[in-house]
């Protein structure tokens, strides 16, 4: 039984109301799915297993591209019992019904109502995963269920640790099943997981681990502070910089970027809110170099071109010794620039074979698993 207590007048009966909400539930019911590239297969799967009296409500993040259709909802409702339907701001939650997270609006949980935020990207993506993992285990603590399906990178693992750590239960794909392995690995690599399945048979673990009743005491969540993937952070207006500085800069924004430690990864923050794992950060960083040889590339063959044209014109006013000069300047442009396609064509070479930091977080004897029965690696969700 739920203990009253009388409430004093500094008492806070907002938190009185979240701690007897967790106190009164008997089973979790509180599911919450990240995946990204791969993770459609996976998700199907799963909801083909849950029946329409689920005594749960799903929350699901998928990386997708601020510009996608958002179809999602649309293919998971036609493909299962429960019913789906994109996210909505400030919207009850209620059980028997999946809820997935439109496009560019992170999604997030207060106890009973869902909360659509536009704030800074983690990991490059809006929505991703580590939001709605923190807001749940933050909201609901052990009444939480913790799902990473197939994806790249490692969006998702900080979050379901604090899951766990909440008393919520963690489970993750089977990385040897998944189209994508590195998020499921980067999961297994860094949380104590209590279920590594395949996709085909954990929609009846999470139905199963619904029905098992709740004993014994409970570590109380916590919701009154607020995530940062509301609003982002004002770090300098506060004097309050979120960890040691580095010499990095943000890929979004070009701000410094603080390093902080949790548990057993990296993690770097800048001080508008911008999130990235090492892992992340390499892969962004990698994204932007890419860009600017290619930048280098389109400049150089411009300046050949010019140079040429000049030449031409230098030839025409009989001035050998000038249109000389800018042919050989051409050639230099030319030369250097096929220098530069070349370590472009290596790099696109390397991502072909499955080298690329999609799959950096995998240990190796899960790597190169993208092509498996002679199928295509799936298409990349992020974009989608």
């Known amino acids: 039984p739920v203990r009253r207590q009388r409430a004093s007048s500094n008492f806070n009966s907002a938190r009185w109301a979240t701690i007897a909400s967790a106190t009164v539930k008997k089973h979790r019911d509180i599911i919450v799915i990240g995946a990204s590239a791969g993770g459609l297969p996976a998700l199907l799967e799963l909801v083909r297993a849950f029946p329409a009296d689920m005594p749960a409500a799903l ?19 036609r493909a299962g019992a429960m019913p789906a339907a994109a996210a909505e701001d400030g919207q009850a939650v ?11 609006r992170h999604l997030l949980l207060e106890e009973g109502r869902i909360k659509l935020a536009p704030g800074p990207k983690e990991n490059g993506f809006r929505p991703a995963v ?29 979050g379901l640790g604090l899951i766990k750590r909440m008393g919520g239960v963690a489970l993750a794909q089977d990385p040897a099943d998944a189209m994508y392995a590195s998020m499921p690995a980067s999961a297994a690599a860094n949380v104590a997981l209590d ?16 029905g098992v009743e709740l004993t014994g005491e409970a570590v109380m969540p916590d919701s009154a502070q607020h995530d940062i993937a509301e609003h982002g952070d004002q770090a300098l207006l506060h004097d309050a910089v979120p960890g040691v500085a580095t010499p990095f800069t943000c890929p979004e924004c070009g701000g410094a970027l603080w390093e902080q430690r949790e548990r057993q990864q990296l993690r770097y923050r800048c001080h508008v809110g911008h999130a990235y794992t090492g892992d992340g950060l390499l892969f962004a960083n990698d994204s932007e170099l890419e860009s600017a040889l290619w930048w280098a590339v389109r400049s150089l063959e411009e300046s050949a071109a010019l140079h040429r044209r ?12 000038v249109a000389e000069t800018y042919e050989a300047k051409a050639g230099e442009c030319e030369k250097h620039s096929c220098v530069i396609r070349g370590v472009l064509e290596g790099e696109v070479q390397a991502r072909a074979n499955g080298d690329d930091a999609t799959i950096l977080a995998a240990p190796k004897k899960l790597r190169g698993r993208g092509r498996r029965n002679g199928r295509a690696k799936a298409p990349d969700l992020r974009k989608a």
């Open 59 to 77: 929350f699901i993040v998928v990386h997708t591209s601020a510009e996608g259709p958002g179809l999602l909802a649309a293919l998971l409702d």
């Open 94 to 104: 209620a059980p028997g019904r999946i809820y997935v997270a439109p496009p560019n």
């Open 130 to 158: 580590d939001p709605l993992f923190r807001t749940a285990a933050r909201s609901y603590g052990r009444r939480v269920i913790g799902v990473v399906l197939s994806g790249g990178l490692d969006d998702g693992t900080a």
């Open 195 to 210: 279920f590594v399945l395949p996709a085909r048979t954990m929609g009846a673990k999470l139905v199963e681990l619904c």
């Open 310 to 321: 000049l030449a031409r014109h230098a030839t025409e006013r009989h001035l050998a010794g």
